[in-house]
């Protein structure tokens, strides 16, 4: 079945490092990418997203690409904050059926001033 | 009410006893997502529903059910609850499947003793 492996937590950085999270897929056809992210004790938001091979997803400095080559879709962000510090999620949409979101296992992601 | 609500917030339950968490959204989204979060494991579905009036099964439905009854409410009963049900819970709505963003809503954290 389809399934998301992202990089194992946790990550520590200074604030204005550069950030990326790596993230590859298995999935039957073309499914849709996600990046979502999950504050302190709230709910998952959706921070970006790319449907098609190539497409770039971009939201508050932070960016993913599409790659069908190498089935991935890496997070980056040039320059991290503090209040960047939350866990971040790869998800693909299930073409299947409900068209069911699969979520990678989280990162956790600290950034020290 | 703005976007998903779910109650309660917070639960510690016996074991045995019968529980239901409750689900709505004010948003018209014809679709509605019940998952687990566990440490290390992510998110993982448990039923879902592509609109009113139907469900469906997903990873790990095993000790749960659920209802749709109307487009807004969706809530999930634990018939008979035991400690590996001890988890958070998330409920989300999208539009409708596949490429489009689920809204996530703040979560209930069950503890089953």
């Known amino acids: 079945g389809d399934s998301v492996t992202q990089m194992e937590g946790p990550v520590t950085l200074s604030e204005e490092a550069f950030l990326t999270i790596n993230c590859t897929y298995t999935?039957?056809?073309?499914?849709?990418l996600f990046w979502y992210v999950q504050y302190p004790g709230e709910g998952l938001q959706l921070l970006l997203k790319?449907?098609?091979?190539?497409d770039k997803g971009s939201n508050k400095g932070f960016e993913a690409t599409y790659r069908k080559e190498t089935t991935s879709f890496h997070l980056e962000k040039g320059s991290v904050q503090v209040s960047d510090s939350a866990v971040y999620f790869c998800a693909l949409s299930d073409l299947q059926g409900a068209q069911k979101l699969v979520f990678g296992q989280g990162t956790r992601l600290t950034i020290n001033p | 009410i703005a976007g998903i609500t779910q109650a309660p917030t917070s639960q510690i339950l016996a074991a045995g006893r019968r529980m239901t968490l409750r689900c709505t959204q004010d948003m018209r989204h014809n679709a509605m997502y019940w998952y687990r979060q566990d440490l290390g494991l992510g998110l993982r579905l448990i039923h879902y529903s592509n609109t009113a009036g139907t469900t469906g099964k997903g990873e790990v439905p095993d000790g749960y059910s659920v209802s749709r009854a109307n487009t807004d409410d969706f809530p999930l009963t634990l018939a008979s609850a035991v400690p590996s049900q001890t988890s958070v819970y998330f409920c989300?709505?999208?539009?409708?499947?596949?490429?489009?963003?689920?809204?996530f809503g703040p979560g209930t954290r069950l503890t089953v003793l």
């Open positions: 790319a449907t098609k091979a190539d």
């Open positions: 989300a709505s999208s539009v409708s499947g596949g490429g489009n963003e689920q809204f």
């Open positions: 999935a039957t056809g073309y499914p849709s």
